[in-house]
């Protein structure tokens, strides 16, 4: 869990995080607490999560908001960490001056948002860009059922699964060396490093993996049409691997006169973003 406070455009000024272990109410408000004790009164707290609606995230804002409205003004209702970053990409990062953007990130979790002539797109129930559930491949699968097809093969475990499968299936890769032969202990890292490196399994997973991402990013341009696509997660932390296969495959889906007029760039606010996007829509809500 983090926290942040953010100063106009000035960015990031203090930064709180603390690990969540049983409470996720009591962990939430002691770690705003604690980093709302130098601001002023009145400064809006936003609250994000991949899962805003949940039973969880509701408890976290009720207790934050008897925790500290008297002492640091409004608590707002929790909206999703993609959009949330999609807020703070158009304020303070990749997409600034633009009005008009569509956030894509991938990591642990899938993470999508868009805003629109300068405000958040929300969807009739928060909904908006729940990109983990686009369906890219017409098979059925338990795993996509659960998570969403998305999700189940771009996010980090997904990725690694891939790869798990591959070795299974009997290509050799420099990451069971890495790993002694544990497969239980690959990481979305073992699977980056080992690509760098020229393992070729690796690359093939990486390859496949830039594949779906420029699907569902195209998939999200056609509806949008944005001024600005910007990428996040492992998309702009290992844009040498991933950034010009998913723009090639973007291009290869999307008409020409579509991908003239769009501008494509990394994100730049790195995991601040959906902290510092709350910030920004809790501004801005009455």
């Given at each position: 869990m983090t926290a942040v406070v953010v100063d106009g455009d000035k960015g990031v000024q203090a930064r709180e995080s603390a690990a969540v272990s049983g409470d996720l109410s009591?962990?939430?408000a002691a770690v705003l607490k604690t980093i709302a004790k130098g601001a002023a009164a009145s400064v809006p707290i936003g609250i994000v999560s991949p899962a805003p609606e949940s039973a969880a995230i509701a408890a976290?804002?009720?207790a934050v908001t008897r925790g500290l409205s008297s002492a640091a003004g409004t608590t707002t209702a929790a909206t999703?960490?993609?959009v949330a970053a999609a807020v703070a990409e158009t304020w303070l990062g990749a997409a600034r001056g633009f009005d008009d953007v569509v956030y894509f990130a991938v990591g642990d979790h899938t993470a999508g948002g868009s805003v629109r002539a300068g405000e958040p797109v929300l969807g009739a129930r928060g909904r908006a860009a729940s990109i983990a559930w686009l369906?890219?491949?017409?098979v059925e699968r338990e795993d996509y059922r659960?998570?969403?097809c998305l999700e189940a093969e771009v996010a980090a475990a997904g990725i690694v699964r891939r790869l798990i499968w591959r070795i299974k299936a009997g290509d050799r890769s420099r990451v069971q060396d890495a790993v002694n032969g544990d497969l239980t202990a690959i990481t979305i890292t073992h699977v980056l490093q080992a690509a760098r490196a020229?393992?070729?399994v690796s690359i093939s997973?990486?390859?496949d993996t830039a594949k779906y991402l420029g699907m569902a990013a195209a998939n999200l341009v056609a509806i949008e049409d944005p001024q600005t696509l910007v990428l996040g997660g492992i998309m702009a932390s290992a844009a040498d691997l991933l950034?010009?296969?998913v723009r090639v495959e973007i291009g290869r889906r999307l008409p020409r006169a579509m991908i003239d007029a769009l501008v494509i760039v990394p994100a730049t606010l790195g995991d601040d973003a959906a902290a510092i996007g709350a910030i920004r829509f809790a501004a801005a809500r009455p």
């Open positions: 009591s962990a939430a976290a804002v009720a999703s960490s993609g369906a890219l491949n017409p659960k998570a969403g020229n393992d070729g997973v990486v390859r950034l010009e296969p």
